[in-house]
């Protein structure tokens, strides 16, 4: 028979044993907790039978300590803390020490530190009395008599005392220290084995609960090499057993000292015997497999040398070939996008230009051509209608509902409507298909008339398929003439009208009509011919329809002016009133708008004739409309160009939106439709080719600033407006002050609290925000070239103006008018003279071929730098400096810009042939130059010249500005703005694209080129 006695706490331990499991389960005897008569007896009887005496109340104390709470009755069982009886009886155990005479006594008790803390106390006592050595011994001993788990409690284990303290260099040593724990009954000695007397030591000594959470990782690692060593031992000691790679080096890793003594200095303490056997021949092992590889690998040496090398020679030469293949291919892409004409297609191919190499000048090129082009593109929706170019596009007043007609395969024409473009799950359905002419959709895009085959008109009310039909009362063949349609406001009527065609009958007349939808007849008819250009549309109460001529192209400035454009009662065919010549009618049919010589758009009234308001200075003189009628549009520049800066005029709310239309071939009118979004800005949709374009336009200021130069905080602009001088608030656009007067030139102030102008022999100051005069500053009389507008003036630093005058360089105090010591002489005057940015009181001045860093606050010259030749003399534009004072770009006479450092005076590059006059420096290493139409950027780093079309507007030329990261435009729009950051570009084209390169425009790609898709 055999009996196992198993402590409740680790019962669970040996459940999950299944050899055990079935002993555990067969009728296990549960021994419960002692009453609290059996505990005083415990206490009391042993200390009877040796002839000891307990002083009263140390039972009662030793009870209250162990936290018994006793049940009724005095042989009930008590309830106290699982596993506290082993702290009892050590408690016991150091008051019998602290004893006095044969009397056990509480104040005895109290030294050992009570039951809770009697063991630590014991412990603590004879680990204090040990020297150094002895206490790493110590050490040493309590790790090898536990066992650590890295999920688990460590639990008590038991070694053999002869494997235990042989192992020490000293074993005298290592067993005179376990005497001392097992004296104190800390650690037992049975036979020939020992272990921790109780598991309770491993959680109530600090000092032994330091020892095992300061290197957990350690006591595993010493433990695997344990019980590594003791298969390895009795397993005959076989090489096969033994650590090696990975294994081996945590092993030796560990037991490397962290004093930097040699591998065995710590496991001679920490491992047994085996363990510091089993890693000394794993190491010897390793070793001799080394030398046995390594002479291997030499004996192949020569075959593996010859072989790597012509391996690299290959490797080098397959990734220069890629990279050559990804420049070449860069190149190429660039190039297509410069040519190719469909704008989206073109797009893709500018960036993937950029994703193979952005490198090269064609990549950039052809981004920043792209961004400025279609960076107003919030997202593209791509080969609408299936794939095939759009004919014919047009949308419900809301932009919700879109009619669409697209080329077939087989060159026929068809008819496609979507709906729920507004929501997140937009349907398409065609609706005809074959031969497909002109249609139009309704303002609540429920109702869509089109003509269909044969020319026979066809009306679709959604739902079902579209129903053909042939109005009553005609006069005229109608399935010859509807050239244009238009749906009126309420759906029930249908206008439409046909251009003079050759092919015609000519005794036939041009017809318009009104058909009634619901009766399916014609209510009224016109037969005279309508002149190229005519349009015509509903009134706002569907009673009346206006129709417009184009205005003539020689304009006619006798009065009166005729008024051809008309608005029409259908029911009786009566001319109401006359509309002037030009006009847009727009949809809602409630006003016409028109564009005068000056650039003035009138908004008139249908039912009155009468302007209803106006909106100055808009750029006419081919205004457009939007499909709603509601947001009339207008650029700069020409459709030639490759976008143009555009404004949208809310005709209802009267905001003002800005946005860049990117050039749609083919397309020589602006045709879209736009509403409002959620934040406020307009989304213009509009076709591109097989696509349809949405474009973002903010709001801007109603009063838009018409080169405007910004102070240096971005708070007002100030302009020229004739002979004025504004102030203008760029928050809304409002004129804060204006002066009249012939400033020779005019600045901010670095803090932008003043405006400085030279007017005559005298220097005006003015405070912002409202333009005040402050006071004037009489120019010297060694200022007298200022007179006769030979100056410069300067804004250095905070409120301190200069003003160069000849030979000479004179500062003030804005805010006071005070003189700033005596004037700087140069010697002569200088061609080019510019405030060095963060480098107080110095300027940067040019003399024929001679730079000067000069410091007029002591009034020295700095550096000297020779250039090698003459700056191109006489503009401001001949030198930039960048934003940090550390380089400067100077303009040759030739025409080419170089750079230099001003900090070491060494030229960096150039000159290189650069077209028009110095812009700014840009993002990097680049400077960017105007010469209109177009901007150009040079890397200097890089080496390469890159140019793109601004605008053909002449407005524009010497409107550039670089404004921190920023390339500023100053339209007769409004200014607008484009980042000069090249992963910026491609990042928002690549958000607006929304899907990588399509298999026609992977066709245009050289194999190999792209390794995977850009914005895929």
């Known amino acids: 028979m055999v009996v196992l006695g198993v402590r409740a706490d680790l019962y669970e331990q040996l459940s ?12 296990p005897l549960i021994v419960g907790p002692l009453s609290a008569t059996q505990l005083r007896e415990a206490i009391v009887n042993p200390a009877l039978d040796v002839g000891l005496e307990l002083e009263n109340g140390l039972v009662d104390v030793l009870l209250g300590d162990l936290g018994v709470v006793a049940g009724p009755g005095t042989d009930a069982p008590v309830r106290y803390e699982a596993g506290r009886l082993p702290f009892l009886a050590h408690a016991l155990r150091g008051t019998w020490r602290e004893r006095h005479g044969s009397t056990m006594t509480v104040e005895g008790y109290r030294k050992t530190g009570g039951i809770r803390h009697a063991i630590a106390t014991t412990a603590d006592k004879i680990f204090a009395g040990l020297n150094k050595r002895d206490r790493l011994l110590a050490k040493a001993v309590f790790l090898r ?33 376990m005497n001392a724990f097992v004296d104190a009954r800390l650690l037992t000695r049975q036979q020939d084995t020992v272990q921790i007397t109780h598991d309770v030591l491993l959680h109530s000594w600090p000092e032994l609960e330091q020892w095992l959470e300061e290197d957990p990782t350690g006591h595993l690692t010493r433990q695997e090499v344990e019980e590594a060593a003791t298969a390895w031992d009795r397993g005959g000691r076989e090489p096969s057993r033994l650590y090696r790679g990975d294994a081996l080096r945590t092993a030796l890793e560990w037991a490397t000292d962290t004093a930097g003594e040699r591998p065995e200095a710590r496991y001679r303490f920490e491992l047994s015997s085996t ?49 050559q293949l990804h420049t070449q291919g860069s190149h190429m892409l660039g190039r297509a996008s410069r040519d190719e004409a469909e704008p989206v297609r073109s797009l893709q191919l500018a960036l993937a230009a950029w994703h193979n190499d952005n490198g090269t000048q064609e990549a950039y090129e052809a981004l920043f051509r792209q961004y400025l082009a279609m960076g107003s593109v919030d997202h593209i929706d791509h080969d609408v209608a299936g794939g095939t170019k759009l004919p014919g596009w047009t949308f419900s007043a809301d932009g919700g509902t879109a009619a669409m007609a697209s080329r077939t395969a087989g060159g026929g024409t068809r008819l496609v409507v979507q709906t729920g473009l507004l929501g997140p799950a937009p349907s398409s359905r065609t609706i005809a298909e074959g031969s497909v002419g ?12 089109f003509v269909g085959p044969s020319g026979s008109l066809n009306l679709w009310t959604g739902g079902g398929d579209p129903r053909p039909f042939t109005p009553a009362g005609a006069t005229a063949p109608y399935r010859t003439m509807a050239d244009s349609l238009r749906i009126s406001p309420d759906n029930r009527y249908l206008l439409l009208w046909a251009r003079p065609r050759a092919e015609l009958n000519p005794k036939w007349p041009t017809p ?89 758009v009138h908004v008139v009234a249908v039912a009155t004739g009468a302007d209803k308001y106006v909106i100055p200075s808009f750029p006419c003189p081919d205004p457009v409309l939007d499909r709603s009628g509601r947001y009339l549009f207008g650029f700069d520049g020409s459709t030639a160009d490759p976008y143009r800066a555009g404004i949208a005029v809310d005709l209802v709310t009267r905001k003002h939106y800005l946005f860049r239309a990117p050039a749609i071939p083919e397309q020589t009118a602006f045709v879209a439709t736009a509403a409002p979004d959620h934040n406020g800005d307009l989304l213009i949709r509009r076709q591109a080719g097989k696509s349809v374009l949405t474009l973002r336009a903010p709001e801007v200021p109603d009063s838009t600033v018409d080169g405007g130069r910004p102070d240096p905080t971005g708070r007002y602009a100030l302009r020229a407006a004739g002979e004025r001088h504004e102030l203008v608030d760029l928050a809304d656009g409002a004129v804060l002050g204006a002066h009249s007067g012939d400033f020779t030139s005019a600045a901010f102030t670095a803090d932008g609290n003043h405006v400085v102008a030279v007017r005559g022999a005298e220097i005006a100051v003015f405070d912002t925000p409202y333009f005040t005069p402050r006071r004037t500053i009489r120019l010297p009389a060694a200022a007298s070239p ?35 010591g005596e004037p700087v002489p140069f010697g002569t005057k200088p061609d080019v003279v510019l405030v060095r940015p963060g480098h107080p009181h110095e300027v940067v001045t040019v003399q024929a071929d001679v730079l000067r860093i000069r410091d007029v606050e002591r009034r020295l010259v700095v550096k000297t730098v020779p250039l090698g030749f003459a700056v191109a003399e006489g503009t401001s534009s001949s030198a930039v400096i960048d934003t940090a004072g550390a380089k400067i770009a100077i303009l040759s006479p030739e025409g080419g810009p170089a750079v230099w450092d001003l900090e070491s005076g060494a030229r960096i590059a150039g000159p290189v042939p650069v077209p028009g006059h110095l812009v700014a420096f840009g993002r990097g290493d680049t400077v960017l130059a105007e010469g209109w139409p177009d901007v150009t950027a040079w890397d200097f780093a890089r080496g390469f010249v890159s140019t793109v079309r601004i605008t053909s507007d002449p407005s524009v030329a010497g409107s550039l500005r670089v404004e921190g990261d920023t390339l500023v435009v100053d339209t007769r729009t409004a200014p607008f703005a484009v980042t000069l950051n090249p992963d910026t570009w491609f990042a928002e084209l690549c958000r607006a694209v929304g899907r990588p390169l399509a298999a026609e425009e992977i066709t245009k790609v050289s194999p190999g080129a792209l390794t995977d898709l850009p914005c895929a």
Request: proline share 8%.
């Open 275 to 323: 363990g510091a056997q089993f890693l000394d021949a794993s190491r010897r092992h390793e070793q001799r497999t080394r030398k046995i590889r390594r002479a291997t690998v030499v004996s192949l040496a020569l075959l593996v040398v010859i072989a790597s090398i012509a391996g690299l020679l290959a490797w080098r030469t397959s990734v220069a070939n890629e990279r």
């Open 438 to 449: 002109s249609f139009a959709i309704s303002r609540d895009g429920k109702t869509i008339a």
């Open 145 to 177: 008599l536990i066992k650590v788990s890295g999920d688990s409690d460590p639990t008590r284990r038991r070694l053999p005392q002869a494997e235990l303290t042989g192992s020490f260099a000293q074993p005298p040593a290592a067993t005179a220290v």
């Open 16 to 27: 999950s044993r299944p050899q055990l499991r079935p002993a555990l389960e067969d009728a």
């Open 786 to 820: 200022c007179v006769s507008g030979e100056s410069t003036l300067l804004t250095p630093q905070d409120r301190e103006l200069a003003l160069v005058c000849g030979p000479f360089l004179h500062r003030w105090d804005a805010g006071t008018g005070a003189a700033l």
């Open 512 to 600: 318009l009509a009104v058909v009634d939808l619901t009766a399916r007849r014609v209510v009224y008819e016109r037969h005279d011919d309508l002149p190229p250009g005519f349009d015509a549309t509903f009134g706002a109460g569907s009673d009346t329809f206006v129709e417009v001529a184009p205005a003539p192209s020689t304009p006619v400035f006798t009065e009166p002016q005729p008024l051809p454009g008309a608005v029409i009662r259908i029911a009786t065919g009566e001319k109401i009133r006359g509309l002037p010549a030009g006009a847009l009618p727009a949809e809602n049919g409630a006003t016409v708008v028109t564009c005068d010589l000056h650039g003035t």
